[in-house]
């Protein structure tokens, strides 16, 4: 069973046809909501809307460790995580679909661990290709098969957020190698990584990363909520033609 992590317009899956509805609780708090239990083309599917069904959690408040937890716990074998990002690179701008296939973290001050020490050995999970590559693959194939142009390949640059980056942290951003920006990414992908589930990303560019091209004097949030609604049709495209 496949789940799918819905981000900032995408609290709804349209072709998911809902079975059944399940409040998990655990050891970690309250995931961001119920699990949503359904079908998409033939195959069981389970979703969760990162920021809670109406929008109200942040990035940095986000319970990723309960997430991570309740998904595994219903018995999801993998994980398609959708988040909204901002394009660094020259090719990522407004509208374009990117799998991400490297992470650099510059979050702080979030849970980021289910090996804290308090009741288990230390671990120290290997986190060298942080995305699965089969499931990359199958993200890219079913995007073929929609016929939705997906860039393959892009490294992540995880922000603590909520507040946008500067123009001057975009630029230490690119200078480290970062293409697209987001504030979910992590620890999400590294949970998934202690829990053994298989995890990766479909990043929809929703604006250009402060300072870069259009973005120079300020990013609108009018503007972002067109270009993230127009191309959340695209992303639904795709996880329709999932099964292959
Ligand atoms: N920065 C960080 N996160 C984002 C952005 C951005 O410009 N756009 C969408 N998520």
Redesign the pocket.
């Given at each position: 069973m496949l789940a799918i992590i819905g981000g900032s317009g995408l609290t709804q899956l349209a072709n998911l046809n809902i079975e059944r509805r399940e409040v998990v609780r655990t050891p970690y708090g309250e995931p961001s909501g119920v699990l949503l239990f359904g079908r998409v083309c033939s195959m069981n599917v389970v979703f969760l809307a990162r920021h809670g069904y109406g929008h109200t959690i942040p990035p940095h408040m986000v319970n990723y460790r309960a997430n991570m937890w309740a998904l595994h716990k219903a018995g999801a074998t993998g994980v398609l995580s959708v988040a909204?990002?901002?394009g660094i690179r020259a090719d990522l701008g407004p509208g374009v679909l990117v799998v991400p296939h490297q992470i650099i973290d510059y979050t702080h001050s979030r849970r980021g661990t289910f090996f804290d020490g308090v009741d288990g050995p230390v671990v120290h999970v290997d986190f060298t290709e942080p995305y699965d590559s089969v499931l990359r693959r199958r993200i890219l194939a079913a995007a073929v098969e929609a016929g939705e142009a997906v860039v393959d390949g892009a490294v992540y640059a995880a922000?603590q957020?909520p507040r946008?980056?500067t123009a001057a942290e975009i630029e230490r951003l690119a200078r480290d190698g970062a293409d697209v920006?987001?504030?979910t990414g992590m620890p999400e992908a590294a949970l998934a990584r202690e829990l053994d589930l298989p995890y990766a990303a479909l990043n929809v560019v929703?604006?250009w990363?402060?300072g870069r091209a259009d973005s120079e004097h300020e990013?609108r949030f009018e503007k972002i909520e067109q270009t993230a609604q127009a191309a959340m049709g695209r992303v639904r495209h795709v996880i329709d033609r999932i099964c292959g």
């Open positions: 909204s990002v901002g922000t957020g946008l980056e920006v987001g504030m929703v604006n990363a402060a990013i």
